[in-house]
């Protein structure tokens, strides 16, 4: 049983351009984190929503956690070749942290 | 602060060989994590532990042991390699409430042929 279901799987998409990555659950979760790996390397925790219908900013990165705390989602204005990597989403289930299947982004310039 | 170490970073194994990957966080952690991540995939978690001397399966235990003797140290056991184990494994841990975020290593690259 997948937990979170990420889409899309693979997204390939000119500088500048607008993209969203979805996360999907069809329980309700707590709080939900998001990550980005770079290749090579570990996840790093961009951000974790908590409260249903929760918008966070950072820099031009947009989350928003749904209202029923189901779903979520990464929004990127204006994307740079630097926003490359895998985004990940994740969420607690029994003290555990479970991850979704990741979203592959490349941004080309 | 060197945060999550893991080692090796490669290594290649023949079928039916055993080895340890070693994890040791300097963070004072009391949850750490076992991950195994496939090309292109999210990432399966194999154990975990929310403090010395306990451990708990994940989503994906089947061929792999792990002790927790001391807070620091989280290793993984392979016993008889699969070429199903192959994979890139990252090690994690988080502070002592549930919830907090996790600082990963920097994984380890393993082949099994």
């Known amino acids: 049983t997948q937990l979170l279901e990420q889409s899309p799987q693979f997204l390939s998409i000119q500088e500048g351009e607008n993209l969203t990555v979805y996360c999907n659950s069809s329980?309700?979760?707590?709080?939900l984190q998001w990550y980005r790996q770079e290749p090579g390397e570990g996840p790093v925790l961009l951000v974790t929503?908590?409260?249903?219908?929760e918008v966070k900013k950072l820099k031009r990165l947009t989350f928003q956690f749904g209202d029923a705390r189901k779903d979520s989602s990464l929004h990127i204005t204006a994307a740079q070749p630097g926003d490359t990597g895998l985004y990940l989403c994740?969420?607690?289930?029994?003290?555990?942290?479970?991850f979704g299947q990741g979203t592959t982004l490349q941004v080309k310039p | 602060n060197a945060g999550v170490t893991q080692t090796p970073k490669f290594r290649i194994l023949k079928i039916g060989q055993s080895m340890t990957l070693q994890c040791t966080q300097d963070?004072?952690?009391?949850?750490m994590y076992w991950y195994r991540q496939d090309p292109g995939m999210g990432l399966k978690l194999i154990y975990y532990?929310?403090?010395?001397?306990?451990?708990d399966k994940g989503e994906v235990p089947n061929g792999y042991n792990v002790s927790r003797s001391t807070t620091e140290d989280f290793p993984l056991r392979l016993e008889l390699a699969a070429p199903s184990q192959t994979s890139v494994y990252f090690c994690?841990?988080?502070?002592?409430?549930?919830?907090?975020?996790?600082?990963f290593g920097s994984g380890t690259q393993l082949s099994v042929l």
């Open positions: 994740a969420r607690y289930n029994t003290g555990k942290l479970i």
């Open positions: 994690a841990s988080s502070s002592l409430r549930a919830g907090e975020k996790l600082f």
């Open positions: 929503v908590v409260t249903g219908g």
């Open positions: 963070m004072n952690h009391n949850y």
């Open positions: 532990s929310v403090g010395a001397g306990i451990t």
């Open positions: 329980s309700v979760f707590s709080s």
